[in-house]
C-alpha cells in the first residue's frame, strides 16, 4: 500500500548536524501522519517527531530544541533536521506513516521505512 524509503543517515561527530528524508510511494495520498521514531542499542523504540497531514507537529522531550521535522506534502516527503547532535543520538532511525484503514476510521494501519543508521561520535 504505502512503501516508505529513508536517507541521509552518516556518521558526524558531537555538535554536528544532519537532515533525514523520507519519501513515501504507493497509495501516499492516504497517508494522514509521518514521523520519525529512533532505536538505540539496547533500547526500545521510541518517538522523536510527529508531522500530521495538516502541518501540526510534535517533538519527544530528549530532542526539543535541536530537531525539526518538515513536510512537503506534494512530494510526499517528510524531512528531519537534526541540529546539536549527541552520542545518546546514535540510533538506526526509522520513517513512520500511518493510513486510515477507511477513510471515515479512526484505525490507521502503520507503515515502517527500512530505517537509516545515525551515528554520532565524542
Known amino acids: 500500500q504505502v512503501q516508505l524509503v529513508e536517507s541521509g543517515g552518516g556518521w558526524v561527530q558531537a555538535g554536528g548536524s544532519l537532515r533525514l528524508s523520507c519519501a513515501a510511494s504507493?497509495?501516499?495520498?492516504?497517508?494522514?501522519?509521518m514521523g520519525w521514531y529512533r532505536k538505540a542499542p539496547g533500547k526500545q523504540r521510541e518517538l522523536g517527531a510527529l508531522s500530521t497531514s495538516d502541518g501540526n507537529t510534535n517533538y519527544a522531550d530528549s530532542v526539543k530544541g535541536r530537531f525539526t521535522i518538515s513536510r512537503d506534502n506534494a512530494k510526499n516527503t517528510v524531512y528531519l533536521q537534526m541540529n546539536s547532535l549527541k552520542p545518546e543520538d546514535t540510533a538506526v532511525y526509522y520513517c513512520?506513516?500511518?493510513?486510515?484503514?477507511?477513510?471515515?476510521?479512526?484505525?490507521?494501519?502503520?507503515?515502517w521505512g527500512q530505517g537509516t543508521q545515525v551515528t554520532v561520535s565524542s
Open positions: 504507493g497509495r501516499a495520498f492516504s497517508i494522514n501522519t
Open positions: 513512520r506513516a500511518t493510513v486510515p484503514i477507511t477513510p471515515s476510521s479512526a484505525t490507521q494501519y502503520m507503515y
